[in-house]
C-alpha cells in the first residue's frame, strides 16, 4: 500500500534534488526535460536511438555547466531497452522518475499508408512505451516507489489533423497502456501518467507550408503552437511528490484545443 504523504512544503513536493531520472528521446521535448531536470538538482540519465541527438544534448548540458549520462536506446527494441535500464541500474543503483519521450510521427493519407510505416510507428510509440513501461515498473515496483511519466498526445483523443492515422491510433495505445499500468503498479507505491500535449514547437512538427501553422493558430484557443518549456509544469507536477495520490491520469497540455470549437 502506498504510505501516505507526510506534510511537507511546496518547495518540497515539487522537489527532484538528488532524484535518478531517465528521459527517453533526445528531442524537442526530451532534451528540454532532461535539462529542465539537471537544472533542478536530479541525476539525469538520457536515452535514445540517434547518436547525434544525445550529442545535442549533451553539448547543451555541458554549456549550461550541467551534468547529464547519455545512454543508447531504441525503444522498438527489447533487447536495447534491457540493456539500456542494465546498465542505468549499474551506474544509479536506484530509479525514481522516467519521463518517456521518444516517438515518431508519419505525414500518409489513412488509405494510402504502407504496411511498414504503419508497423514501425507502432513499434516506437506503443510497444515502445510498454517495453520502456515494463523495464521500469519492474525497478520501481520492487523499490516501492517510482513516477512514471509517459507523452500521449491530442491525437489520442481525437482526428487532430488529416494524414496521421497510425501515429493517433499509436497514442491512444499510450493512454490506455498509461491506465492499465498505472492499476497494476498502484499496489507497489508506482505511479503511471501521461501528459497529452497539443502542437509543440519541435522537429516533430516542423513543415514548411504556411497554412498548417495557420491552422494550428486557428484550432488551439490561445491562438498558436506551444513551447517546449511549456509543458514543463505538467511533467514535474507528475514526477515529483505533488502528484502523490495522482495515478492513471492523461493530462492536457493544449493550450485550451480539446475544449472549444468555438467562432466569433
Ligand atoms: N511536438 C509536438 O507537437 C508533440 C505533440 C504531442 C505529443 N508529442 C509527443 O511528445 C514526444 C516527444 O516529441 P518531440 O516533439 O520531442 O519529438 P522530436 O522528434 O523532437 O524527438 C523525438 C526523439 O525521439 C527519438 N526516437 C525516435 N525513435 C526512437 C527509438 N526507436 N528509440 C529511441 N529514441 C527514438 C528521436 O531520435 C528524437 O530524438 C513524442 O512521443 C511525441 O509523439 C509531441
Redesign the pocket.
Known amino acids: 500500500m502506498k504510505e501516505i504523504l507526510k506534510p511537507k512544503g511546496l518547495h518540497e513536493l515539487f522537489s527532484v534534488q538528488g532524484k535518478n531520472v531517465l528521459v527517453?528521446?533526445?528531442?524537442?521535448?526530451?532534451s528540454t526535460i532532461a535539462l529542465a531536470f539537471a537544472k533542478s538538482g536530479a541525476r539525469v540519465f538520457v536515452a535514445?536511438?540517434?547518436e547525434n541527438?544525445l550529442q545535442e544534448v549533451q553539448d547543451a548540458a555541458e554549456k549550461g555547466n550541467l551534468q547529464i549520462c547519455t545512454l543508447s536506446?531504441?525503444?522498438?527494441d527489447k533487447a536495447s531497452v534491457e540493456d539500456c535500464f542494465k546498465t542505468l541500474l549499474e551506474k544509479a543503483k536506484s530509479l525514481d522518475v522516467v519521463v518517456h519521450?521518444?516517438?515518431?510521427?508519419k505525414n500518409e493519407a489513412a488509405t494510402e499508408c504502407e504496411e511498414a510505416d504503419i508497423r514501425r510507428v507502432l513499434d516506437?510509440?506503443l510497444v515502445?512505451t510498454i517495453l520502456v513501461n515494463q523495464q521500469a515498473a519492474r525497478i520501481m515496483k520492487a523499490q516501492g516507489y517510482g513516477k512514471i511519466v509517459n507523452?500521449g498526445?491530442?491525437a489520442g483523443f481525437m482526428a487532430h489533423t488529416l494524414r496521421s492515422m497510425p501515429y493517433a491510433a499509436s497514442?491512444a495505445g499510450v493512454h490506455q497502456v498509461t491506465r492499465s499500468f498505472a492499476a497494476e503498479m498502484a499496489p507497489y507505491g508506482v505511479n503511471v501518467n501521461c501528459v497529452a500535449?497539443?502542437?509543440?514547437n519541435?522537429?516533430?512538427?516542423a513543415r514548411k507550408d504556411e497554412a498548417y501553422y495557420e491552422n494550428i493558430r486557428k484550432s488551439v484557443p490561445f491562438q498558436r503552437m506551444g513551447e517546449p518549456e511549456e509543458i514543463l509544469g505538467a511533467v514535474f507536477f507528475l514526477s515529483t511528490d505533488a502528484s502523490h495520490f495522482v495515478t492513471g491520469q492523461v493530462l492536457l497540455v493544449d493550450g485550451g484545443w480539446s475544449v472549444t470549437k468555438a467562432f466569433a
Open positions: 527517453t528521446g533526445s528531442g524537442g521535448l526530451g535514445d536511438c540517434l541527438k536506446m531504441d525503444v522498438s519521450t521518444a516517438g515518431m510521427g516506437v510509440n515502445g507523452l498526445s491530442i497514442k500535449p497539443t502542437w509543440i519541435t522537429p516533430l512538427i
